[in-house]
């Protein structure tokens, strides 16, 4: 028996075998449905996405200018004829539209491929910071629960920049933790290059950096800090490319989205609302599966300095939080930015309370395995609806669209407002009529297609203009005058 555990201890020590485990079994989990047409949980946001991608694969790519289909007022209140779509930097599209323009692969698969990857390079730097100040065991959870919570193989799988900025941004943080450790100058410069391409993919992530002037604090003191001029400066201007980037964009107010909402528009930040949205339903249930807190809450309170690293970037994403309150409100995928440091924790928790000997070790290790089995159980129930195609017809319509219009047609597609009804039409175009039909006929839209067959904008539409097909799933209408001698 000794013989066994002797060589199933060695087994685990060879830490690229098992962290190699750890990220294939990621992989695999992430290839569920990776076909998916654009059409599951949050099909607007990527639709927005996957669309500059494929402009710049049909025009050409053009870094300064990524377009998109939607060319309403419903993002910018401006009309926007261009399309324009100035939100983060296009380095995302810019990979996908490189790789997928001449592969086989679909554009939407290779999409969701270039997130799984950047997931995997996150799950190792995880592994990496955690093996720095957990241990080798710690760096295997912690990179093992990033790859595998339910919530985060979703949002790590999805056509959106998320994925690709927080890897650079965990890239950042490793970079950084080996300059202080080594005070080799090329270490500063690559945190500095990581961050900065972070920062320009996804903005929040400079909220990486407060975890790194914690360090600087803990490491010189207040005054010392000061004192890191060349280390200070530095970090400052890895934000650069990103002002550089909203000075160039401010010049086209009618593809800059509305962004002032994000902080508190709606009073909501430490409302009740907020803590049972933010640390009740998103990190309590979705995250963490309800029984997670548990060994999550523990890794919080068994604090010891040598572990300050992980209090640090925990405090950093509550700053987060926080400040960007409504949007975190609202939308469950800007948590995706808080898994590192949860996962962290987590395993941190999970290592405190295996070793616990103040209470029964045989009930507190049944405990934690029975809460951690919860966990993934009540996680994986939570995510599984994220998947589902609720409305398929919008496919089988946009398909339809695009076959019968020519490629310069505007196109009227609307879908709650949602713009991935109008992506699958492949035309630019308006994702909500939300003002009279004959302002949006005068600004160039040539159809409407609807799937809700019994709204009365559609019935309204039906008898006004030319249906040129119908079935019972949609319908297709040219929006020019019927002829009243038509009998048709």
């Known amino acids: 028996m000794k013989i066994i555990l002797l060589r199933v201890n060695n087994l685990l020590k060879k830490e690229y075998l098992i962290i190699s485990f750890i ?22 946001r990527q639709a927005d996405t996957a669309s500059v991608t494929r ?93 595998v919570i339910p919530f985060n193989i979703y949002f790590t799988r999805v056509i959106l920049p998320e994925p690709l900025a927080i890897c650079f941004g965990t890239a950042s943080l490793w ?8 005070n080799l100058n090329k270490y500063l410069y690559t945190t500095a290059f990581f961050l900065a391409i972070a920062i320009l993919v996804k903005p929040f992530i400079l909220f990486y950096s407060i975890t790194m002037v914690f360090l600087l604090w803990e490491k010189y003191g207040i005054k010392g800090t000061l004192k890191k001029k060349k280390v200070l400066i530095v970090l400052l ?23 002032k909402w994000i902080f508190n528009e709606d009073g909501i930040r430490f409302k009740p609302s907020f803590w049972a949205w933010i640390f009740g339903e998103r990190l309590g249930r979705m995250i963490l599966g309800i029984w997670g807190t548990i060994p999550f809450t523990i890794g919080l309170i068994a604090y010891k300095k040598a572990k300050s690293f992980l209090y640090y970037f ?57 809460s951690i089995v919860l966990m993934f159980i009540i996680g994986t129930l939570q995510i599984k609806e994220f998947y589902k195609i609720n409305r398929p017809e919008i496919i089988e319509a946009g398909k339809r669209v695009s076959q019968i219009t020519s490629e310069d047609a505007l196109v009227i597609a609307p879908y709650n407002g949602d713009t991935a009804f109008l992506y699958q039409t492949e035309r630019s175009g308006w994702p909500v009529v939300d003002r009279p039909i004959e302002e949006l006929i005068e600004k160039g839209a040539k159809y409407f297609v609807s799937v809700d067959l019994n709204h009365p904008q559609t019935v309204e539409f039906s008898k006004k203009f030319k249906v040129i097909e119908r079935n019972d799933k949609f319908v297709i209408i040219k929006l020019t005058e019927l002829d009243p001698n038509d009998t048709n």
């Open 23 to 44: 990220l294939f079994a990621g992989l695999i989990l992430r290839l569920y449905k990776i076909d998916n047409p654009i059409a599951d949980w949050h099909s607007w």
């Open 55 to 147: 402009i710049y694969i049909k025009e050409g790519i053009n870094l300064l200018f990524p377009k998109y289909y939607d060319i309403s007022t419903t993002q910018t209140k401006l009309f926007n004829p261009e399309g324009y779509r100035f939100v983060e930097f296009p380095l995302y599209n810019f990979i996908v539209a490189l790789i997928s323009k001449n592969a086989y692969l679909t554009l939407e698969i290779w999409s969701r491929l270039i997130s799984v990857a950047s997931a995997l390079i996150t799950s190792y730097f995880i592994f990496l910071l955690g093996k720095r100040f957990l241990g080798y065991y710690g760096g295997l959870l912690a990179s093992f629960y990033y790859a």
């Open 175 to 182: 970079f950084f933790i080996k300059f202080l450790d080594s």
């Open 237 to 259: 201007l890895s934000i650069m490319p990103f002002l550089l980037w909203r000075i160039w964009v401010s010049q086209f107010p009618e593809g800059v989205p509305l962004w």
């Open 314 to 370: 925990i405090i950093s994403m509550l700053f987060y939080v926080v400040i960007i309150a409504t949007a975190n409100v609202k939308h469950d995928y800007y948590q995706t930015m808080i898994i590192p440091s949860v996962s962290l924790i987590l395993s941190y928790g999970t290592l405190t309370m295996w070793n616990l000997k103040k209470f029964n070790i045989l009930l507190t290790r049944l405990l934690l395995i029975f």
